[in-house]
């Protein structure tokens, strides 16, 4: 059987995947949340009912995205990451970013907080993609090939330190490179960005008092628990009363005003307490499976012929795994403290409706790889 032109198909386990992670990750915000929202509002339900018209939005947009063809975004790369630095711009001028915890990070449209740092993440996956795809050759054996996008990169990195939002200025590096390796690009050359990269990283924080006393509070916490430790014991203690079952859903005490950002930044941490380690490997498990989905996806793309719905998909799953990685990471104790939110799962508007989004492009990715195939994958089955 011929596939039907237009029709959508659905990749059933990203499907999954992504409804396990909206449906965990709400249940633990509204957990994280009921009594921040008496506190600031009067509203237990505060929070919540603003996650859920987040994930509503979300899931608009995500439709929408869905809705338009991969040769469309390819064709509107380099504008669309030209706008992500305009935005960029933007939140630094006084009286149009939103200043929160002491970084200027977002824009409000609507009444609806967006943080530019996760736009500029999803255009730099189709910039990347669409740049491989163009410069192939280039990438494969000029150093220059390498060099110029990564001149780009390095101005929306310096735009992002100026908030200051050192964690996603890392990420769209990583996207950059991750998609570059992935291109052909040269191992020496690789080696050699990293140590330039390592050695700026470490400056950075070297320089800086505030990135400097996150290191070496993450080195011991426990040297200093009532400070600059604080919220790194707190994660951990989380993580010591949940054992392998949890102490029970709604029933944590963490997230009570001891935990800092219980349902934004270190939800993870009352995933490990109300539902202990076996809550724990679920989540990590099936960011596995989404990180899976989307190289499985690039792959079949990359067979297909598909070389910028190929690097779209690959490009996803390196910023999904890395993010997830180092929001978990950050809640274990394994790395310093970094404001990313834990992708579909934490509170946060502009963080849910892109990664929606960005889900969502995966989506468009699988179902023209399918449609280009004939949906044999979909069919196979009924002969």
């Known amino acids: 059987m011929k596939a039907r032109a237009g029709r959508f ?28 929202g008496i506190k600031l509002a009067g509203d237990g339900f505060y929070y919540p009912i603003r996650q859920l018209m987040h994930i509503g939005l979300g899931l ?34 006084p009286g149009l970013g939103v200043k929160v915890n002491g970084s200027v990070r977002w824009l409000s449209l609507g009444g609806i907080r967006i943080q ?63 998609i570059m390796f992935l291109a052909g690009a040269r191992l020496s050359q690789f080696i050699v960005l990293l140590l330039v990269i390592g050695v700026l990283a470490m400056l950075l924080v070297y320089f800086s008092p505030y990135r400097l006393v ?19 014991v707190q994660a951990l203690i989380s993580f010591g009363r949940g054992e392998w079952l949890g102490v029970g859903l709604g029933s944590g005490v963490q997230k ?37 989905r989307a190289f499985a996806i690039g792959l079949a793309a990359e067979q297909a012929g598909q070389r910028f719905s190929a690097f779209v998909a690959y490009g996803l799953g390196i ?46 990715v699988q179902s023209e790889v399918a449609e280009l195939n004939g949906g044999a994958s979909k069919r196979s089955r009924h002969g």
Not at 21 to 36: E, N, Q
Not at 284 to 290: P, S
Request: net charge negative.
């Open 256 to 292: 009570l005003f001891y935990l800092p950002e219980a349902h934004t930044d270190f939800l993870f941490s009352v995933i490990g307490e109300e539902l202990g380690f076996l809550g724990v490997i679920t989540v990590i498990g099936l960011f596995a499976l989404l990180v899976w």
């Open 60 to 93: 608009i947009f995500g439709g929408g995205v869905a809705a338009v063809p991969m040769r469309v975004w390819e064709q509107n790369g380099p504008r669309l990451f030209l706008v992500g630095l305009l935005l960029l711009i933007i939140v630094l001028i």
């Open 116 to 178: 530019v740092s996760e736009v500029v993440k999803f255009f730099s996956v189709i910039y990347m993609a669409g740049y491989v795809t163009r410069y192939q050759e280039s990438v494969q054996n000029a150093a220059f090939g390498l060099l110029k996008p990564l001149g780009l990169f390095s101005v929306a990195s310096l735009l992002l330190l100026l908030e200051p939002d050192f964690g996603s200025a890392v990420v769209i590096i990583m996207i950059a490179m991750g």
């Open 319 to 364: 910023w999904f795994g890395f993010q997830s990685f180092v929001n978990m990471g950050v809640n274990m104790g394994v790395l310093p403290t970094k404001g990313l939110t834990l992708p579909l799962m934490s509170y946060g508007g502009g963080s849910m409706m892109i990664m929606c989004c960005a889900v969502a492009l995966l989506f468009r």
């Open 214 to 232: 996150r290191v070496t509070s993450f080195m011991d916490p426990w040297a200093d628990p009532l400070k600059s430790g604080f919220q790194l």
């Open 9 to 36: 198909h659905f990749d059933s386990v990203l499907l999954f995947v992504s409804i396990s992670l909206l449906l965990i990750g709400y249940v633990m915000v509204a957990s994280a949340s009921l009594h921040l």
